[in-house]
C-alpha cells in the first residue's frame, strides 16, 4: 500500500505501508510485495505464517480475496486484526515467506513449529 498523497514520481521510504498493519516502512524492518502495491511486513508475515500454515488456522471461509495476489481464494487465510480488508492467502503466506527467508538483506526465519515431530503442510 502507498501513503495517501505520496509523490509517485518521488517515492520515499515512509510511503510505503504495509497493507495488515498499516505500518510506514522505515527501512529497518523486512516487507515483502505483491501485486499492484500490496505490502506485508516481516512482522504480519511471521503472524500470518504460524496462524495459517503452522496452526493450520483460517481467518475466513472460501470465496475471499487475497490483498496479495488479488485473486479469489479458496485455501485458508490470514486476516489483520486490525484492518478486515487485509486477507493474506496460503499460497502467498508461502511465497512471501519463502522469498524473505532467501533474502540476504534481512535476518528473517521462517517460524518453527514448536513441536517439531508435527510436519508442516
Same mark, same amino acid.
Given at each position: ?16 505501508? @504495509?497493507?495488515?498493519? /498499516? ?6 524492518? $523486512?516487507?515483502? =510485495?505483491?501485486?499492484?502495491?500490496? #505490502? ?28 496479495? @495476489?488479488?485473486?479469489? /481464494? ?6 489483520? $486484526?486490525?484492518? =478486515?480488508?487485509?486477507?493474506?492467502? #496460503? ?31
Amino acid at each position: 500500500m502507498q501513503r495517501e498523497g505520496a509523490d509517485l514520481n518521488n517515492m520515499q521510504p515512509e510511503d510505503f505501508i @504495509c497493507d495488515f498493519s /498499516r505500518r510506514a516502512w522505515d527501512g529497518s524492518f $523486512p516487507m515483502v =510485495e505483491g501485486h499492484r502495491g500490496a #505490502l506485508i511486513s516481516g512482522d504480519c508475515l511471521t503472524i500470518a505464517y504460524r496462524f495459517v500454515v503452522l496452526e493450520e488456522q483460517t481467518s475466513l471461509e472460501p470465496g475471499y480475496t487475497c490483498t496479495m @495476489c488479488l485473486e479469489r /481464494r479458496k485455501d485458508r487465510c490470514w486476516q489483520s $486484526p486490525a484492518y =478486515e480488508d487485509a486477507l493474506i492467502c #496460503l499460497r502467498c503466506i508461502r511465497q512471501g515467506s519463502t522469498k524473505l527467508d532467501k533474502d540476504p538483506d534481512w535476518d528473517w526465519e521462517k517460524p518453527k513449529a514448536e513441536n517439531p515431530a508435527k510436519p508442516v503442510t
